[in-house]
């Protein structure tokens, strides 16, 4: 696998905040959508990419708004547009086709399932969800931002990066390994450790695979990949479901001796994933004696602890 050149003026001044606002949103085109879970996944995820003409930079780790088209009746009776909805970049600054004139993203689409009936109540769907897994090619997307610096890659390159992620979570993580593994970046070398965890009901509903086995097989020094796949394949030690706390649980000994020497760990996904690995974690770490609270403030005061959930 040999690295891509990009056009490294992106890598120059400061980070990019909140270039457009909803007030002045930025029109994207959409380039592509591609579903890309299979059909045995619970649910389904697709790839987007938008054409950019590289006049949105942003940085790995950050988020576009989307806002969607059309109105709604606001509290106050008033026609107003809709909200903006925020969606993790999934591609590195230099997106898909590394020119910088593209950006993508990863969304699953919101259904609402009926809980009496247990059927799929159409009229209650996600609203932007929708809109970007139905786009066309060429059609108009309005986009906000880019947003967020909490999940951004630390200045030391030499840092291991263990990133946690439960379904489209995995976005901001491919912004990363894209950078660290397929792009030759003047002033940018990883050289430390890429542990990716990904938690998935099944195989199915693996996001990314392929791209992530290829660097797997070419970077074996510097990449791990352990799935938790929850309705399918290897229990946890107790003999339930493997949740991503579980497998996570069995590396615990190495990911403290690695936090413990400057790593950073990042967590992105669904807010419910936090309290079964924060229960998880403090659990090691009193076994190990340690006081958790203690533990994690110190890591966030070091800048090590980074957590993106919604
Ligand atoms: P909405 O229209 O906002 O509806 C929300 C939910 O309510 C849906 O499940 C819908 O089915 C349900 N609903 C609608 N009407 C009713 C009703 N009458 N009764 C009951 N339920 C109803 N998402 C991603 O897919 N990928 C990402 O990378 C991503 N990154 C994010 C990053 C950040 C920082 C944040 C905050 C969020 C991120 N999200 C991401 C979530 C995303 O912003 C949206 O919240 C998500 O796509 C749902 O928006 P929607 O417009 O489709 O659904």
Redesign the pocket.
């Known amino acids: 696998m040999s690295k891509r050149t990009i056009p490294a003026k992106l890598e120059e001044g400061e980070m990019p905040l909140n270039t457009y606002s909803n007030k002045a949103p930025f029109k994207g085109k959409i380039k592509s959508v591609e579903t890309i879970t299979g059909a045995k996944a619970t649910g389904e995820t697709c790839h987007i990419i938008i054409e950019t003409d590289g006049k949105i930079p942003f940085w790995e780790g950050q988020?576009y708004g989307v806002i969607?088209p059309g109105t709604k009746i606001n509290s106050k009776g008033k026609e107003v547009p809709h909200g903006t909805?925020?969606?993790?970049i999934?591609s590195s600054r230099y997106g898909d086709q590394f020119d910088g004139q593209t950006a993508s993203?990863?969304?699953?689409r919101?259904?609402?399932v009926d809980p009496e009936t247990g059927k799929e109540d159409p009229a209650?769907?996600?609203?932007?969800?929708?809109f970007l897994c139905d786009a066309k090619v060429g059609q108009e997307i309005m986009m906000t931002g880019p947003t967020?610096k909490v999940l951004l890659l630390p200045a030391d390159q030499n840092a291991p990066l263990i990133c946690v992620a439960t379904g489209?979570g995995i976005?901001p993580f491919r912004s990363f390994w894209r950078r660290c593994f397929l792009e030759n970046v003047p002033g940018y070398k990883f050289t430390g450790l890429f542990w990716l965890f990904m938690g998935v009901a099944n195989s199915d509903a693996k996001l990314y695979d392929e791209e992530l086995q290829a660097i797997q097989k070419a970077f074996p020094g510097n990449f791990r990949l352990d799935y938790a796949l929850s309705r399918e394949g290897a229990k946890n030690k107790r003999g339930g479901k493997m949740y991503i706390q579980d497998k996570v649980e069995e590396y615990a000994d190495e990911i403290f001796d690695l936090l413990d020497n400057g790593a950073h760990m990042y967590f992105c996904g669904l807010k419910g994933m936090m309290p079964g690995i924060q229960d998880m974690l403090e659990r090691v770490a009193k076994e190990k004696g340690l006081n958790y609270e203690e533990w994690v403030e110190g890591l966030k005061h070091k800048n090590q602890w980074h957590v993106?959930v919604?």
Do not use: I, M
């Not at 993203?105 to 699953?108: D, E, H, P, Q, T």
């Open positions: 988020s969607p909805r925020l969606y993790s999934a993203l990863c969304v699953r919101a259904v609402y209650k769907k996600g609203l932007c969800s929708n967020g489209t976005a993106e919604y």
